[in-house]
């Protein structure tokens, strides 16, 4: 899930490439680094740093890097190889330091590679298995330039035909050759790779976004394909060889550069849009909605809810999962993507699988996609980004229309996901004869209400949310709880904890506590309780909360408006204001929960927008 971008045509690839790096921080940023064959010195000199571009630029500084170049390439890196290391950061090279590589992705057979490239002579300077590649193209170079001519286009795709059948895994790079300073040798399998064209200058990237702004020509490479690339010019191959038409896209895309507008982190800004996401798919989604469903009327007629997604976009579906269930009265199943390759699959040809994904990009979830278009099911894409693979390789897309989410933690996607899900259950809801057009066309309505009750009450309730983030700062592990749609809320509560605040949660069915974890309560224990709208739920929730008192638990609610008993039962307690819909009343407790957990990461001054270990886009299974 590293990003690769490569460039060449500009005088200052550089700071082209730089730039185009720090725009898909999202994808990793344990480690940077940048290589450009330098026209004066005659050779490629490379930097490399631990963090992130900010820090590979420092790095610059201090160690007067100043080349430039009309070729560039650089990368950031999420390590799967290695550990954390400036000798473990991309570009890697050979042992003559004649090829150097950035890659993206995992070499499956690096451990036979390395052995056999060890075994005739190569030497290695990383843990990483992307240096494999660069001493398997040292091996083919040197065959070829023993021969002692020019290169040739042709030996250049016998030669990349040669290696990458040494390959195995997922991977996408970009080579830079010393001995060829106007070409960029790319390949790509299973992870995406794609050039944008200019005038007289072409860009290779990871996605489209490093280059936004810049071009407007685009050609995303479809799978096991590679390419020559060079300033005015590109050739694309099969695996086999086989030279195929470049087929390029007219796509406009744009980078926003507003930055953070004056809040201290990504994560809060986007917190506060979601007000503004959920306005916008109350205008745009219903359209969007009925179109797509008027294009697969299929859809219609799914006796089961099918969700796929990770992480976040996961919870998103089970967050949703009561929109089916009441509106429609059919039953949904979420499946986590990461899981599909081990769970036999029953489904039908022909039926539905709506797959969630804000990048759009995720490997599992794309593994995933492929996994059930073999066995002839349809894709609804639900994603952030429209030129993703997911919104690329799904049969028919909706979009989020949330704008560049840039923190790692999911925010406004997970709201937007559920939005769309509510006004898709009430479009398959009305075209089934279950409910009446009123009521359909009260969705948006109710869509719109809940983005005025989310914004006003993260002002309203910010003094509760900021004493409790204060509580939860200072304990080391915590349990969260709630029943039904109560424990969806928890698991994403939980894993929110884990991961901006570094916090141990533990997200429990409330009913299950008994089976077990009960045996953890004592005074030390605190028990964030996510609280049900429904009568019955609540009431069983209440028996559950009097088991953990009277083991002298702690415990912290959401509670929602007019639950007195609940706030009574309480240490302390946050009220969620219940929407025009009580069917979205969990959207305002996850918003409100997310502002809660924002600033307890932030008392514990942690990485908020890019947290240790993670990353954006998890483009590695
Ligand atoms: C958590 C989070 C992640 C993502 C997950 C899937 O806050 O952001 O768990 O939800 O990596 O990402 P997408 O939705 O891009 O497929």
């Given amino acids: ?370 996994l059930m278009k073999e066995r002839g099911m349809c894709i609804l894409g639900i994603t952030n980004v429209v030129t993703s693979a997911l919104a690329r390789e799904a049969d028919d897309t909706l979009l989020m229309r949330a704008g560049v989410e840039v923190a790692v933690a999911s925010t406004k996607s997970v709201v937007a996901h559920i939005a769309l899900l509510y006004l898709l259950a009430h479009e398959i809801a009305y075209r089934r004869h279950k409910i009446t057009h009123m009521v359909k066309d009260q969705a948006a309505h109710n869509l719109a209400q809940l983005a005025d009750v989310i914004a006003q009450h993260l002002v309203l309730q910010k003094d509760a949310l900021l004493r409790i983030a204060h509580s939860l700062a200072l304990l080391p592990h915590m349990f969260v709880i709630g029943r039904a749609v109560g424990y969806a809320v928890a698991r994403e509560i939980a894993l929110k904890l884990k991961e901006i605040a570094y916090i141990f949660a533990e997200a429990c069915p409330a009913g299950e506590l008994k089976h077990g974890p009960l045996a953890l309560i004592d005074a030390d224990m605190y028990v964030i309780v996510c609280s049900s709208i429904d009568e019955t739920a609540y009431r069983k929730l209440i028996i559950n909360v009097q088991q953990i008192k009277s083991r002298h638990g702690k415990i912290v609610s959401l509670v929602y408006e007019g639950q007195h008993e609940l706030q009574v039962l309480s240490d302390d307690y946050v009220i969620v204001p219940v929407p025009q819909d009580p069917l979205l009343a969990h959207v305002v407790m996850i918003s409100m929960a997310q502002y809660m957990i924002y600033h307890t990461a932030a008392l514990l001054g942690r990485s908020i927008d890019k947290p240790r270990n993670l990353a954006k886009s998890v483009t590695v299974e």
């Fill in 1 to 370: 899930m590293c990003s690769i971008v490569g460039c060449i045509g500009v005088k200052h690839s550089r700071e082209v490439v730089l730039s185009g790096l720090s725009r898909l921080e999202y994808r990793g940023y344990d480690s940077a680094g940048f290589a450009c064959y330098d026209e004066d010195r005659k050779q490629v000199l490379t930097i490399r740093a631990v963090g992130g571009v900010a820090d590979l630029r420092l790095a610059m500084q201090e160690r007067s890097y100043d080349a430039q170049g009309l070729i560039g390439i650089g990368h950031t890196r999420w390590s799967t190889h290695g550990a954390v290391t400036e000798y473990n950061a991309h570009p890697v090279s050979d042992c003559t330091q004649r090829v150097f590589i950035v890659q993206n992705g995992t070499l499956e057979n690096d451990a036979v590679l390395r052995a056999e490239l060890a075994a005739s002579g190569h030497r290695f300077s990383s843990q990483t298995d992307s240096e494999l590649i660069a001493h398997c193209y040292e091996a083919a170079l040197q065959v070829i330039t023993e021969q002692g001519k020019k290169i040739s286009r042709g030996q250049l795709s016998q030669m990349m035909q040669n290696v990458l059948h040494r390959l195995q895994g997922t991977y996408a790079f970009i080579l830079l050759l010393e001995d060829i300073p106007d070409t960029l040798l790319i390949a790509r399998q299973r992870l995406p790779l794609c050039i944008g064209f200019g005038e007289n200058v072409a860009y290779v990237a990871s996605d489209i976004l490093a280059c936004a702004g810049l071009v407007e020509r685009v050609l995303f490479l479809p799978d096991r394909t590679y390419a020559i690339v060079q300033k005015d010019n590109v050739q694309l191959f099969a695996w086999d060889g086989s030279e195929l038409a470049v087929s390029i896209e007219r796509i406009a895309v744009s980078w926003d550069e507003s930055g953070m507008r004056g809040h201290p982190h990504y994560m809060l800004k986007e917190i506060y849009e979601q007000s503004d996401v959920i306005r916008t798919l109350a205008y745009y989604g219903p359209t969007d909605v009925s179109d797509l469903v008027g294009r697969n009327i299929s859809l219609i007629d799914e006796t089961v809810i099918r969700m796929v997604g990770c992480g976040a976009s996961a919870h998103a579906a089970y967050l949703a999962q009561p929109f089916f269930e009441n509106l429609v009265s059919i039953p949904s199943n979420v499946f986590i993507a990461t899981d599909m390759r081990e769970r036999p699959l029953f489904e039908q040809a022909g039926s539905w699988a709506l797959v969630l994904s804000q990048s759009g990009e995720t490997a599992d979830v794309l593994e995933s996609v492929r």
